[in-house]
């Protein structure tokens, strides 16, 4: 297929650098729509999981699946704008909850690389809808990328994209361990994700603190580091089979644009769209306040070529 070669943002000039472009990005979310929410087990038939569908008044249109980031819902402002975009473009679109998230208590957690919950979860989604189009953002990025690369053509979407997603959750860890990554926005993921777990006896005061404590028992793996290392998705992206677009700032303060893919490490399916500005799933455009359309205009031009393939 030929490259897809859109637009890149260009936020207002006076709103420059990845940690304010990140912040500002929350202040202009919209209100979320009236979603219709279904709570549907999870893989293990234990928890269940919140989906929170936006309908088309088509039944038989396209649905884009939306994965969110850490502790992030569809209430993310990313994700609200995708699904206002979707339903203006005619198109169905639902946000898939990972477990514990959109308000809803679990058993169990979810993590960076749990791959057979979202193979569970498209499952479900594939027997409503005749065309998926997926997208994933920061952690549900690198979910979805790995399961890509896992499942190779058998992967349901007819399409995907990622954005903002940590690839090489090490390097990512690394980032947001130090500095003003660090003050920023460990707090904010902390009190949340602390509300979900047993109390600690140690104080937990990082996140690969949290994820030595929680995160990598629950889940069968040795520490942090390896789960880390087991579950980034860098490694599978030459596997991918079906088009995929990787959108990633190159001023993301959540991974450093040292460790961005390049043409050597996807497959012939894959693309990259690597603006210099964006932040963290921020990707502010316009001129005086700015605006979040950049985003999902950029996502469904993207989607829109299969459709007419």
Not at 72 to 100: C, D, M, P, Q
Not at 219 to 234: C, I, K, L, N
Not at 257 to 267: H, N
Request: charged share 15%; net charge positive; aromatic share 12%.
């Amino acid at each position: 297929m030929p490259p897809f070669t859109p637009t890149h943002p260009i936020p207002p000039k006076w709103l420059r650098g990845g940690n304010r472009e990140t912040l500002y990005a929350k202040t202009l979310a919209r209100s979320a729509p009236a979603y219709r929410r279904e709570l549907i087990p999870d893989s293990f038939g234990a928890d269940l999981v919140a989906y929170d569908f936006y309908d088309a008044p088509n039944a038989q249109a396209p649905c884009i699946v939306q994965l969110h980031g850490l502790e992030g819902s569809s209430r993310s402002h990313y994700a609200v704008e995708l699904a206002h975009a979707a339903h203006t473009h005619g198109w169905h679109s639902v946000t898939a909850h990972f477990r514990s998230c959109g308000g809803v208590s679990a058993r169990r957690m979810y993590h960076s690389g749990d791959t057979p919950e979202l193979a569970h979860m498209l499952a479900q989604l594939a027997q409503r809808y005749a065309t998926l189009y997926v997208v994933g953002v920061s952690l549900g990025g690198n979910v979805l990328a790995k399961y890509l690369g896992e499942q190779g053509n058998a992967a349901l979407p007819r399409a995907a994209a990622t954005v903002s997603t940590p690839f090489n959750l090490t390097a990512s860890a690394q980032a947001l361990q130090h500095g003003i990554p660090y003050l920023l926005y460990t707090p904010y993921f902390l009190h949340t994700l602390l509300k979900k777990v047993p109390a600690s006896p140690r104080p937990i005061r990082s996140l690969g603190a949290f994820d030595d404590a929680y995160t990598a028992p629950m889940h069968g793996y040795t520490d942090r580091f390896d789960y880390y290392h087991r579950a980034s998705s860098q490694p599978h992206l030459k596997n991918i089979a079906i088009p995929t677009l990787l959108i990633n700032a190159q001023n993301d303060p959540f991974y450093p644009a040292t460790y961005l893919p390049q043409p050597r490490d996807i497959s012939p399916s894959v693309q990259l769209l690597q603006p210099q500005h964006g932040g963290h799933a921020g990707f502010v455009s316009g001129s005086g306040r700015g605006h979040l359309r950049w985003l999902p205009q950029t996502l469904l031009a993207w989607f829109d070529q299969f459709e007419a393939a």
